[in-house]
């Protein structure tokens, strides 16, 4: 078994590699490929699937309940604003830098240190899996939703994504809303037609101020937002369609099918959901995992953000090294100090529920 400065020292070259190497959703070939010769540098079998990596402790027993641990190699594209190059993994100041390095790198290669502690041990009381996974950044369907028939049966999930190592307890689904609004062209000098733009309004309106009557204790209340609309060819044609689209971030206090079907009572445009798979997720604060962060003085939150949580079947707890606000931002960083940190608390945790 390695000791946790090996395990850290480990993680932080990998970070480095993965890094450098471009791995935007659905083009995570070169990282896939890192994180496969790691493993087998390890000595660790795994299995593949597309871009996405699994594999099981030594001493595997299939009578025993398995905790998955989960996050993404998959990263968002580079934004304009960077004033340094996203695929430079340079160390300054205590920070390493790089595109991904926060937004899960981090997470992920701590995530990877605390199987790699616990892989040969014996008798557990849990089996541990851990999957490292594609798409995430796109919510694309060849990411972990593509493996978890493969997975077999699991108890519970901890996701790596940055939250300073405090646990989200709760994560707001996502509904994206296409809605279309229809009128009938006319000439705009003339008193004709039906506009369709003024009848989106009424809608727009509606989903504005639109109160759901059920708040989560953790996330709060549903959040609908008007974040694109589009309508009109000619400056002297009234146009007969209106289209705009809607953010929904859904609490756990609602499924989203029951939200859809609220949102189209109210409202008389053509509402078409993008998907309906983003599901909202909750974890009892009484589960042991939560309990075992707790014991060791972590806080507990409801995160307003989605990630691969929102495609689990299991109960699963978000946390991890980083700082959220970072994640998509010019100049993305990591304290070198959380990855170490993150990698001592996740084998805490995991030691108090699996020991």
Known sequence: MQDKNTLYENAVELLKNLISTPSLSKEEEGTFNILCNFFKQNEIPCHTK???????????????????????????????????????????????????????????????????????????????????????????????????????????????????MDLAIAEKGLLVLDCLVKGKSGHAARNEGDNAIYKALQDIEWFQNYQFTKVSETLG????????????????????????????RITDAYNNEDVLKII??????????????????????????????????RTTYGSPTTSDQALLNIPSLKCGPGDSARSHTADEFIYLKEIEEGIEGYIKMIERVVI
């Open 50 to 164: 597309g871009f996405n990596i699994w594999a099981y402790n030594k001493h595997f027993d299939s009578k025993k309940p398995t905790i998955l641990l989960n996050s993404h190699h998959d990263t968002v594209k580079p934004n304009k604003s960077y004033s340094r190059d996203p695929f430079a993994p340079d160390e300054e100041n205590g920070k390493l830098f790089g595109l991904g390095s926060n937004d899960a790198g981090g997470c992920l290669v701590s995530l990877i240190a605390a199987f790699l502690h616990f892989y040969p041990q014996e008798n557990l009381k849990y089996n541990i899996a851990v999957a490292t996974t594609a798409e995430e950044e796109n919510s694309g369907k060849g990411g972990i939703e593509s493996i978890l028939p493969d997975l077999g049966k699991l108890d519970f999930a901890l996701v790596g994504e940055p939250t300073l």
């Open 221 to 248: 209340p549903i959040k609908m937002t008007v974040t694109m609309i589009n309508a009109g060819s000619l400056h002297n044609v009234v146009p007969d369609q209106c289209l705009f689209t809607v953010d929904v």
């Open 264 to 297: 189209r009572s109210f409202v008389s445009c053509e509402v078409t959901p993008r998907s309906v798979r983003l599901k909202p997720s909750s974890i009892p604060k009484e589960h042991p995992i939560v309990q075992a962060g707790l014991a060791l003085g």
